[in-house]
């Protein structure tokens, strides 16, 4: 396997987290903000973001799965792990590494809002463009990318490559 080139890298990111960082602290000041990491993916995009959050955050997962191919026609999720805490009257924060389909946000997004959180918004680092999808609203989003598959600071693939500290571009022909 190999990388076919760097397509956004560590310094990029850390500087747009930084960004993404510094507008959630101005729209929750005086908020108690709870933010959800949807794992795994989310964990590295999670940990650097809340960083860069200067307000005294709480955190909690939540860990989905899809049902494989059926995913893209019935966009069911499995949840794997649910959040510890009750969110009713809470400002929640949903942190996402990328948005492809869409799929897992707009069913996380349904579940997590029948529970009545005070607020329900969503960051994700990076979202895919050019994808049919239910139009998602995502507050603070890091990145538009294309087509590509994409790996590295969070994403896999076949389970490996999260460790790389910038997003990539397998190269297609290794696979
Ligand atoms: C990725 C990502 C999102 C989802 C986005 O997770 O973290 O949760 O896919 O895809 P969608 O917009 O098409 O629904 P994945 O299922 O790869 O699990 P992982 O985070 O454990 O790698």
Redesign the pocket.
């Known amino acids: 396997m190999n990388v076919e080139k760097v397509l956004i890298s560590a310094d990029e990111i850390a500087a747009k987290l930084e960004e993404m960082g510094k507008a959630i602290t101005a729209d929750y000041q005086n908020k108690d903000l709870l933010i959800v990491g949807?794992?795994?993916?989310?964990f590295i995009v999670m940990a650097d973001l809340a960083r860069q959050i200067e307000l005294p955050v709480e955190f909690d997962f939540m860990?989905?799965?899809?049902y494989g191919a059926a995913?893209q026609t019935s966009g069911v999720?499995r949840i794997l792990k649910d959040l510890d805490q009750e969110i009713a009257g809470r400002h929640v924060l949903i942190v996402?590494?990328?948005?492809?389909?869409?799929?897992?946000?707009n069913y996380l997004l349904k579940s997590l809002r029948v529970r009545r959180p005070e607020s329900l918004e969503v960051a994700a680092l990076l979202v895919k463009e050019g994808i049919e999808?239910t139009p998602l609203d995502v507050k603070y989003t890091g990145f538009t990318i294309g087509p590509d598959f994409v790996i590295g600071y969070?994403?896999?693939y076949a389970g490996k490559f999260r460790n790389l500290p910038y997003i990539g571009v397998m190269d297609q022909s290794s696979l």
């Open positions: 949807v794992l795994k993916g989310a860990a989905v799965s899809s995913t999720v996402e590494d990328i948005i492809d389909s869409g799929l897992t946000l999808r969070g994403l896999d």
